[in-house]
């Protein structure tokens, strides 16, 4: 049986983590036996028997029926219970705001999405308030029965100025944005950049599933990134591993510029502002989705001009890090990524054979709630789901 490479440990002071893999291994590849569990995870048959039972009684897994067929007595088979936990994933980004309510199976139970630039904090909580009643009534739910709230914001929220960035948005910086969600919700805040949340939310909900290494690239009003490496997400020292989109541009005078970064040309921002120079004004993927569908030369300029300046970065990526797959996602409608990837691969010719390898590169499949479904996950990823392996410890941890 093919599966993720989760691997248990039959040491007797590893309880906790054992437990987190049967139930991610039940997670990611339910319905099974215990004996493909034990298959899996490399424990005995006698720890998965325990592992399973402690877990059916936390109402973590659910026995999902009886497999028939085979020789000896009929498998039961074990599946991950949906109501064995749930959370709430915040992505605030300045061009949008998702809500979304997260069961342990992975089902979305409710979205609340708003469409709007550049919103302020009184507004943005306002609406996460009664998004957040909203989901809670809707499904039943007592506050108390969330595992906890993951938030999804922009690296430097506030800092980043555009040409159609209002300088009344300077109020989010250093913003104490997770303390007023923990008040306003009442359950433990889980914080992540972006980019990091949807590279998380992709690696458990989205191609993660095929690729145990990849880089993804995250097209938003900025540009971010993610690594995964080993099915594990990569964070970085300070959590900030994969953004690309501080990448210096290269100047006249073939210098790297310290006022030109990769994300002025490569981002919503970027196009946006792309295309108001040249008279279009535009404000979300559905415009740039409809201007696509007209076959407007603007649109098609701006992929050609986005895959000339993410040539280098991305071969710089790719000869550091030698992923199995290059993904990309974000708030770029899917039809403008397709015709993105397409340009950087048709770049790609020139240079590929003295190369040591240029894996392929494919469209994210979680698309734009990646950040969102990202954050819902990080409270289940805390309680629930394996540790980093061999994690290191910072100076005080």
């Not at 990769?262 to 989705?289: C, F, M, T, W």
Request: net charge negative; hydrophobic share 40%; glycine share 12%.
């Amino acid at each position: 049986m093919l599966h993720r490479g989760l691997a248990g440990t039959n040491l007797k002071l590893a309880r906790d983590h054992n437990m987190r893999v049967t139930l991610q291994s039940v997670r990611l590849h339910g319905p099974l036996s215990r004996p493909e569990l034990a298959q899996i995870t490399g424990l005995t048959p006698q720890a998965i028997a325990y592992m399973c039972k402690e877990l059916l009684a936390a109402g973590l897994i659910r026995e999902s029926g009886v497999r028939r067929g085979g020789r000896g007595q009929p498998a039961t088979e074990l599946a991950i219970n949906p109501e064995g936990g749930y959370s709430v994933g915040v992505n605030m980004d300045r061009d949008h705001l998702t809500v979304l309510l997260l069961d342990l199976g992975g089902n979305v139970r409710g979205r609340v999405h708003f469409e709007q630039s550049f919103m302020l904090p009184d507004d943005v909580f306002r609406r996460v308030e009664r998004a957040y009643t909203e989901l809670l009534e809707g499904t039943g739910l007592m506050p108390e029965e969330l595992t906890g709230v993951g938030l999804a914001i922009p690296y430097k929220n506030g800092y980043l100025r555009t040409s159609i960035t209002p300088r009344s948005y300077a109020v989010w910086r250093d913003y104490p944005v997770r303390e007023r969600l923990q008040a306003l919700t009442g359950r433990p805040v889980y914080l992540e950049n972006d980019a990091s949340a949807a590279a998380f939310g992709e690696l458990h909900y989205g191609l993660g599933f095929d690729f145990r290494n990849f880089f993804y690239v995250f097209v938003g009003v900025g540009l971010g990134g993610g690594l995964v490496v080993n099915g594990d997400y990569v964070r970085g020292v300070d959590g900030l591993a994969g953004e690309v989109g501080y990448v210096p541009m290269i100047n006249a005078q073939g210098k790297p510029d310290d006022a030109e970064f990769l994300q002025n040309r490569v981002s919503l921002g970027a196009l946006y502002a792309y295309l108001k120079e040249r008279g279009i004004e535009v404000s979300s993927p559905d415009d740039l989705i409809l201007l696509h569908a007209q076959g407007r030369k603007e649109i098609r300029d701006w992929i050609q001009d986005a895959a000339d300046n993410m040539l280098l970065p991305l071969i710089t990526i790719v000869c550091t890090l030698n992923p199995e797959a290059v993904l990309i996602g974000g708030r770029l409608p899917p039809p403008l990524v397709d015709d993105l990837i397409t340009a950087v691969e048709g770049r790609i010719v020139p240079y590929r054979a003295n190369l040591p390898s240029f894996p392929p590169i494919f469209r994210a499949a979680c698309a734009e709630d990646a950040a969102a479904l990202g954050a819902a996950i990080l409270p289940f990823s805390d309680i629930f789901l394996p540790k980093e392996r061999n994690p290191v410890k910072r100076n005080g941890g």
